[in-house]
T-cell receptor, first 113, second 112 residues
Framework: DAGVTQSPTHLIKTRGQQVTLRCSPK?????VSWYQQALGQGPQFIFQ???????QRGNFPDRFSGHQFPNYSSELNVNALLLGDSALYLC????????????FGPGTRLTVT | GQQLNQSPQSMFIQEGEDVSMNCTSS?????WLWYKQDPGEGPVLLIA?????ELTSNGRLTAQFGITRKDSFLNISASIPSDVGIYFC????????????FGTGTRLQVFP
């Protein structure tokens, strides 16, 4: 039973650039949520995707956007990167009717220089 | 963004000791979860709680959903070195059942 996978593992970008992070949900799951975890803090909700649409959004600017594909995998895009975007980006998957039990991937460590 | 208050912030204990940590919110929650995160990894779900007063165990771990619905507790009995990590509480409010709101974390260090 494959768990949540994310790619890449690490990424280094320059201010102003754009980045795309990828996530494949746990087998059988149809809902994907993205979180940002700054160093020393708990994860912060970015948004959630279900049926290829953004269902819920946290307090993040429009520079953060996403997409969900028919196979339930998802991408997180961040435009015009800022130094403050440096963080661990976590993807979590769940079933639509059980979004309380979210299972996390290993994360993508993004460093913006 | 909103975060739950967790305490203590860190704990340094000896192997074999019991551990208690808690999480509080100013809002009522209808779900509480406890996660453990190792360095460089994503959080791993330990226990999920759905009803006020509920007490649930997972091996040496026991968690409780507070009766006020504004707090939760996690106990670890007879700690072992592999218990080292950061423990996060997380919850969902009654008006937003999609996103998880996380606590600030409790860092646990176990000495042999």
């Amino acid at each position: 039973d494959a768990g949540v996978t994310q790619s890449p593992t690490h990424l280094i970008k320059t201010r102003g650039q754009q980045v795309t992070l990828r996530c494949s949900p746990k087998s059988g799951h149809d809902t994907v949520s993205w979180y940002q975890q700054a160093l020393g803090q708990g994860p912060q909700f970015i948004f959630q995707y279900y049926e290829e649409e953004e269902r819920q959004r946290g307090n993040f600017p429009d520079r953060f956007s996403g997409h969900q594909f028919p196979n339930y995998s998802s991408e997180l895009n961040v435009n015009a990167l800022l130094l403050g975007d440096s963080a661990l980006y976590l993807c979590a998957s769940s079933l639509a009717g059980q979004t309380s039990e979210q299972y996390f991937g290993p994360g993508t460590r993004l460093t913006v220089t | 963004g909103q975060q739950l208050n967790q305490s203590p912030q860190s704990m340094f204990i000896q192997e074999g000791e019991d551990v208690s940590m808690n999480c509080t919110s100013s809002s009522i929650f209808n779900t509480w979860l406890w996660y453990k995160q190792d360095p460089g990894e994503g959080p791993v779900l330990l226990i999920a709680l759905y009803k006020a007063g509920e007490l649930t165990s997972n091996g040496r771990l026991t968690a409780q959903f507070g009766i006020t619905r504004k707090d939760s507790f996690l106990n670890i009995s007879a700690s072992i070195p592999s218990d080292v990590g950061i423990y996060f509480c997380a919850g969902q409010t009654t008006y937003n059942t999609d996103k998880l709101i996380f606590g600030t974390g409790t860092r646990l260090q176990v000495f042999p």
